[in-house]
C-alpha cells in the first residue's frame, strides 16, 4: 500500500463548477499536509498547507481529518487555469527530509 | 517565486556520454534534493542532502551520483549515460529550520538519451 494515495482522475468538469478531491495518508504520526499544483511539463508548486482547522484561500478550501487519516481540495467555480495534476504531500515527522507526495489527481476544466 | 534553478532545462545525448545535471538555489536553504518523474508518473527521491558533505540515496534507485561541496550547489551525475536514463529530473530544496519541509522545485532538467 501506497504512504499516499490519490484517485488519479482525470476529472473533467465545466467552467463554474465546484470539484473536490480527496487523498489518504497511511502513516498516522505524519505532522504537516500540504497540497502542491503541477502544470503539465512544469515544476510542483506549493498550493497551500492544510490544518484541521481547514484552511481557505480563494477559491480553494482545503481540509484535513486525523482521524480518517485523508485530506481534502475543494475548489469552487472552477477556472480553465485550473487545469492542473493536485499533489497531496505529507511530511511524516516535524522537520524530517522525508517528504511523501503522492502521485496526483489530474484535473480538465472545460469552457 | 523560489530561488531555484536548473541547467541544463533540456538535453538530448548519446548513449555512454557523462553528463552533469547542475542545480542551485539562492535561498540558503539546508536541505536539497533531486527527484525523477517520468511522464505522467509521480516523482521518485533519487538523492538528497541535509547541507555541505552530506548526501544520502533516496527511495529509488539510481545509477546517478551528486555532490555537496557548497550549500547553494547540487550537482547531479550520470557516469554513462543510457536510454533508461530518459526522464525528467527536478531538484528541490527546503529550509532546515522549516518543520513543515516545504519544498521548492526548480524547473528540471528534461533529458533523453539516444
Known amino acids: 500500500r501506497k504512504e499516499v494515495e490519490q484517485d488519479p482522475g482525470p476529472f473533467n468538469v465545466p467552467e463554474g463548477a465546484t470539484v473536490a478531491f480527496n487523498c489518504t495518508y497511511s502513516?498516522?504520526?505524519?505532522?504537516?499536509f500540504f497540497w502542491y499544483r503541477q502544470d503539465c511539463r512544469k515544476e510542483p508548486k506549493l498550493l497551500m498547507s492544510?490544518?484541521?482547522s481547514g484552511n481557505e484561500d480563494g477559491r480553494f478550501t482545503a481540509q484535513l481529518n486525523r482521524a480518517s487519516q485523508y485530506i481534502s481540495l475543494l475548489i469552487r467555480d472552477s477556472k480553465l487555469s485550473d487545469s492542473a495534476t493536485y499533489l497531496c504531500?505529507?511530511?511524516?515527522?516535524?522537520?524530517?527530509?522525508?517528504?511523501?507526495f503522492g502521485a496526483g489527481t489530474r484535473l480538465f476544466v472545460k469552457a | 517565486e523560489a530561488d531555484i534553478y536548473q541547467t541544463p532545462r533540456y538535453l538530448v545525448i548519446g548513449t555512454g556520454k557523462k553528463i552533469t545535471l547542475e542545480c542551485s538555489q539562492t535561498?540558503?536553504?539546508?536541505?536539497m534534493y533531486w527527484y525523477q518523474q517520468d511522464p505522467g508518473m509521480e516523482l521518485h527521491l533519487i538523492h538528497y542532502?541535509?547541507?555541505?558533505?552530506?548526501?544520502e540515496k533516496g527511495d529509488l534507485s539510481s545509477e546517478s551520483t551528486v555532490s555537496r561541496i557548497r550549500t547553494e550547489h547540487f550537482p547531479l551525475t550520470l557516469e554513462s549515460a543510457r536510454p533508461s536514463h530518459t526522464s525528467q529530473y527536478l531538484c528541490?530544496?527546503?529550509?532546515?529550520?522549516?518543520?513543515?519541509?516545504?519544498?521548492?522545485f526548480g524547473a528540471g532538467t528534461r533529458l533523453s538519451v539516444l
Open positions: 528541490a530544496s527546503s529550509e532546515r529550520g522549516d518543520a513543515k519541509n516545504i519544498q521548492y
Open positions: 502513516n498516522s504520526a505524519s505532522q504537516s
Open positions: 492544510v490544518y484541521s
Open positions: 504531500v505529507v511530511t511524516p515527522h516535524t522537520g524530517g527530509f522525508k517528504t511523501i
Open positions: 542532502s541535509y547541507g555541505v558533505n552530506s548526501t
Open positions: 535561498m540558503g536553504h539546508d536541505k
